[in-house]
């Protein structure tokens, strides 16, 4: 019976590839489209081109899978109505939405990012999907991992331009392990240097590599970094401040305020922020009037050993051996007392 | 109607309830710093508004409590330097004696347990103890309170190793306290369920005869002494 409803059910179903509603192919667009003087003068006096290159778009991601009208909707007579753009951006502004009947997830993504509040404030020149992915000529934003970032450097020169310099940057094109701009940033919901709650991941952001034993081992670094952060006065801090409260509210050092941010260098180059000889203007920044002295009242991410902090180590060792020492003999007295008291009885 | 005498004054009275309640509010905004990644911890953290309300509360706590042993540091060696301490909380080598001949009491070896003057070994122990931790948890303090001043004159080492020992010693002082003088303030059967005398500063004279037999006999010789 249930077997019977079941045929039934998948018989009456319809074929899994349903032809696609007829509309209009690739090559009826480019009959126009493939005019490579194609233009039109907006109202701004700005040109838009009309040439559609088929090959670039072939070879596009999109290429075998989608055809004009899937993104240009409204594209549905000929010759096509007035379109009311004033000027190039007003098209683009207006187009960009057209990506989230697919990509849904990855739209609702950017409506928490940075681009999309400064969209959100009338910044017309804020970046939309297209103005990272492109429009007709998609390829994967990731191969290699360098283009990422190298999308970023087109409106981010600067930054990019110190960051290209960092123990990072400069192997940006050697290396997949080094972080690109959207590792640390993210790439949908993009976070602005001034999110609060983002800077707070700071310790996490950086511990995603910082703390891998298996890649930091390949560039024979310690990941005991984020363990003697956490250990000591600002990591302690940072761990436990909520992700709600402001970051003035309480001043703590994070991983980028020792180390910098875009300009992270080696900790044994010159430029380094946390070179000895360097320090004091760090610790400075925070700790006003630190002397020469001061810097060594951090371990510099080691953990107390004879070797790297013997005083600590010692007055650690001392402890552990006088605290079970006195409790075992203060207990032993304590209970003698009772069973004496209890033998008298 | 038994015989009351006056063991501890007004002073010695205030100072105990200021330091027990110093203690306690250091201990309950110390002991989950150095916790702090337990869950217990987290959840007083939260509880008591926050890292930085609590260290507020930690650091004024603390201040207090330097105020307090350094005007009780300053009346002993005032009293002493005048010449009217008795010096009875003094350590001597009695109280080695004392110690050993009651442990073996304890144990069975021994006939009686020793008898002790105004204070024993134990009580002598754990005011000492307090003191030289105060001493401890308070120089230790200053110095993670004030480290950029610290650092000008000492070493920076100093600091991260007085983290280490401020934290230890905060924590056995904890562990003393919440075993030791728990026991013999309260859970001891001789006193149980709690021994009044700090907070009233007296003591019957049956307790005069059981607990400090030689005090007895030297205030015998210099007062009448009505026995019931």
Redesign the interface.
């Known amino acids: 019976m249930l077997l019977t409803f079941f045929l039934t059910t998948l018989l009456s179903m319809p074929p899994s590839q349903a032809t696609p509603p007829a509309s209009p192919d690739v090559d009826t667009c480019l009959g126009c489209h493939s005019d490579r003087s194609m233009a039109v003068t907006l109202p701004s006096g700005e040109t838009r081109a009309l040439y559609v290159d088929l090959d670039a778009f072939r070879k596009s991601v999109h290429g075998n899978k989608l055809s004009c009208t899937d993104c240009h909707q409204d594209m549905t007579s000929v010759p096509h109505d007035a379109r009311p753009f004033t000027t190039k951006r007003d098209f683009t502004l207006a187009y960009y939405e057209q990506c989230k009947r697919c990509h849904f997830a990855n739209y609702t993504k950017t409506l928490d990012s940075v681009h999309f509040k400064a969209l959100e404030r009338r910044d017309r020149m804020a970046p939309t999907c297209v103005d990272c992915h492109g429009a007709h000529d998609i390829a994967p934003p990731h191969r290699p991992k360098a283009r990422l970032s190298q999308t970023c450097a087109h409106c981010h020169e600067g930054v990019f331009a110190v960051y290209a310099k960092s123990v990072h940057g400069r192997f940006l094109e050697k290396s997949d392990d080094v972080p690109g701009c959207t590792d640390c940033h993210r790439s949908h919901d993009v976070a602005g240097p001034r999110d609060v709650n983002w800077q707070k991941r700071t310790p996490e952001l950086c511990s995603a590599c910082h703390a891998d034993k298996a890649l930091m081992k390949k560039y024979g670094l310690s990941t005991a970094v984020t363990q003697t952060y956490v250990a000591d006065f600002h990591g302690m801090t940072a761990s436990l401040q909520g992700a709600g409260t402001p970051r003035e509210s309480s001043v703590v050092a994070l991983c980028t305020d020792c180390h910098g941010v875009h300009d992270i260098a080696k900790v044994n180059e010159p430029g380094s922020r946390v070179l000895r000889a360097n320090l004091v203007k760090t610790c400075s920044r925070c700790h006003e009037g630190a002397s020469e002295n001061f810097p060594a009242a951090w371990m510099s991410h080691y953990e107390p050993s004879w070797e790297k902090a013997p005083l600590v180590y010692g007055v650690q060792l001392f402890y552990d051996i006088l605290i079970p020492f006195m409790m075992a003999g203060l207990l032993l007295q304590i209970l003698l007392h009772f069973w004496r008291v209890v033998v008298n009885r | 109607m038994s015989t009351y005498f006056t063991r501890f004054t007004v002073r010695q009275r205030t100072e105990h309830v200021l330091v027990m309640s110093l203690f306690i509010l250091l201990s309950v905004t110390g002991l989950p710093?150095k916790y702090?990644?337990a869950p217990w911890a987290?959840w007083m953290?939260d509880v008591l508004g926050?890292?930085?309300r609590i260290r507020w509360f930690h650091r004024a706590a603390g201040l207090s409590f330097t105020a307090m042993t350094a005007f009780h540091l300053m009346f002993a060696i005032g009293s002493v330097a005048s010449g009217r301490s008795p010096l009875s909380i003094v350590p001597n080598r009695k109280d080695f004696t004392d110690a050993i001949q009651t442990?073996q009491?304890?144990?069975?070896r021994a006939e009686a347990p020793a008898q002790f003057d105004r204070f024993d070994y134990?009580q002598k122990f754990e005011y000492w103890g307090l003191v030289l931790g105060a001493v401890v948890v308070i120089s230790t303090g200053l110095i993670l309170y004030f480290?950029?001043l610290f650092?000008?004159l000492?070493?920076?080492?100093?600091?991260?190793?007085a983290?280490?020992?401020h934290s230890?010693?905060g924590?056995?002082a904890f562990?003393?306290v919440i075993?030791?003088h728990i026991?013999n303030a309260h859970l001891?059967?001789?006193v149980f369920p709690f021994d009044k005398t700090i907070f009233t500063g007296k003591i019957s004279l049956e307790r005069m005869h059981h607990e400090h037999p030689l005090e007895l006999a030297r205030l015998k010789q210099i007062q009448d002494i009505e026995e019931p």
Not at chain 2, 105 to 108: A, F, P
């Open positions: 710093q702090f990644e987290r953290i926050g890292i930085d442990l009491y304890y144990l069975g134990r480290p950029i650092t000008r000492f070493p920076g080492e100093l600091v991260p190793a983290k280490v020992a230890n010693e924590l056995m562990l003393v075993l030791w026991y001891n059967p001789d």
